[in-house]
């Protein structure tokens, strides 16, 4: 199931996706990538509507996976949870990466303890 974590993006809690469940909304994702320019042109429709079409399976998957009805398949690509880093110390909002110095939310610098090492 799916950990629900700060969005800053969102501005919002949000389900994020482990990288199994990941590897199965991704797949849809790009597969819906793919299938825009094949439905536009079968079908003579617009980009917006191609979109709507293609991207359901995607939004579908990530509604059952994590119980959240998300609309916005864009925002799919960065509901996971290794882009983000670990919780600030200061206001528990994830990090916005792994690697980042600062909480972009309260401003708290990262102590080099919880720095991730560099490859």
């Known amino acids: 199931m799916a950990k629900t974590l700060y969005c800053w993006r969102c501005r ?24 825009i320019k094949t439905y536009r042109e079968k079908h003579s429709v617009p980009l917006n509507q191609a979109r709507t079409e293609t ?3 995607a939004l579908a998957l990530y509604r059952e996976i994590s119980g959240f009805s998300e609309t916005n398949p864009n925002a799919l690509w960065h509901h996971r949870i290794e882009l983000y880093g670990p919780p600030c110390s200061s206001c528990g909002k994830p990090l916005r990466t792994p690697v980042a110095k600062r909480c972009f939310e309260c401003g708290t610098v990262r102590s080099n303890k919880t720095l991730a090492p560099t490859r």
């Open 12 to 35: 919002m809690e949000i389900p994020m996706l482990d990288d199994r469940e990941w590897g199965r909304v991704g797949a849809a994702l790009t597969n819906s990538v793919r299938a």
């Open 55 to 57: 991207f359901r399976e």
